[in-house]
């Protein structure tokens, strides 16, 4: 029962030591991702400028930068976690997930102020959103990815060295 306890501590922990950066990673997005216009009609909002790829550049500015922590905290966990890789595989997975998350909601809020009155309707800013939500996964897939390539190189070198090949 203690080694199980002691798993879930170490998971729990970064699970824990992710999701600030999650926060982290919500204001980056929100400060580097462009808002989309729209006008507030009878029929509900409406894209003031139709043609407009602010939609795809903020999903893409979101995959980019959550992208960017995953692969981050992929290596630094790696090398932080030699005696418990798989407890902090978990954790990775599960704490990309939950910062990913934290993101979102972060820089969802942290962008979209009132403009200005216009005879269509009222137009606003709105706040940031995604609307792929696959990206939500880019932060615990690279995490785990480049945690598992690294592993991957290391444990294929040491069993060459080991074979003497």
């Not at 970064?14 to 029929?43: E, I, M, N, Y």
């Not at 615990?140 to 444990?155: D, K, N, R």
């Amino acid at each position: 029962m203690r080694y199980v306890r002691g798993n879930l501590q170490v998971a729990a922990l970064t699970v824990l030591v992710l999701a600030p950066l999650g926060v982290v990673a919500g204001f980056v997005w929100s400060a580097v991702a462009p808002a989309s216009r729209f006008v507030l009609t009878d029929a509900g909002p409406m894209l003031a400028d139709p043609e407009a790829q602010t939609l795809i550049e903020a999903d893409g500015w979101f995959a980019v930068i959550t992208g960017g922590f995953g692969l981050l905290c992929g290596i630094a966990g790696y090398v932080l976690a030699r005696r418990r890789p798989v407890e902090v595989l978990v954790g990775l997975a599960g704490g990309g997930l939950l910062a990913g998350y934290l993101a979102l909601l972060v820089g969802g809020t942290a962008k979209g102020t009132l403009q200005a009155a216009a005879p269509g309707g009222l137009t606003t800013t709105t706040s940031l959103g995604v609307t792929a939500h696959g990206v939500l996964l880019a932060w615990p897939m690279l995490a785990t990815a480049v945690f598992w390539m690294i592993e991957f190189v290391f444990f294929s070198r040491e069993r060459r060295e080991v074979r003497g090949i």
